[in-house]
């Protein structure tokens, strides 16, 4: 994570992490729950899906972007509890004009169950083969039929 905050900053990129989160004292549905900065989720709970700080300051990038890709729910949306940040996010996607590029069976299926997978540009259920083909990198299935 390091590595990567440092690249950004040398290319100038702006780097979104989270603010706050929706912390848990256990992966659960019926966990306790408290809305804390994500610098500050107490020993032995843990961060479930990010909070409103966070989804707002996300929200608004994506209103001007004019790509997106998007690999990995925001939280576990699974659990209502835990879907707000999900749900935000997939709907700030599906209003924007971007292309939206959603990749991974998670972020799939998150699109798909809220409604919103018409509204975007290409779905793929394979989240590290989309990042591997984004990076240039040398895909063993394609690779094969190539050599055909």
């Not at 997106?68 to 749900?87: C, D, I, Q, S, Y």
């Not at 998150?110 to 990198?137: D, N, P, R, W």
Request: with cysteine; hydrophobic share 45%; net charge negative.
């Amino acid at each position: 994570a390091k590595e990567m905050i440092e690249k950004a900053k040398k290319n100038n990129v702006k780097l979104l992490l989270p603010i706050d989160t929706v912390a848990a004292d256990a992966f659960s549905a019926d966990a306790n729950t408290q809305i804390v900065k994500t610098s500050q989720i107490p020993d032995d709970w843990m961060g479930l899906d990010i909070a409103n700080e966070t989804i707002n300051e996300f929200a608004s990038e994506l209103k001007s972007a004019g790509t997106v890709v998007w690999n990995g729910p925001m939280g576990v949306f699974e659990m209502e509890k835990f879907a707000n940040g999900t749900r935000s996010i997939a709907k700030a996607i599906a209003e924007s004009d971007a292309i939206s590029i959603i990749g991974g069976g998670d972020s799939a299926a998150a699109v798909e169950q809220l409604g919103y997978a018409e509204k975007m540009t290409h779905i793929s259920t394979g989240g590290g083969a989309s990042l591997e083909f984004l990076e240039g990198l040398v895909l063993p299935g394609i690779d094969c039929l190539l050599d055909r």
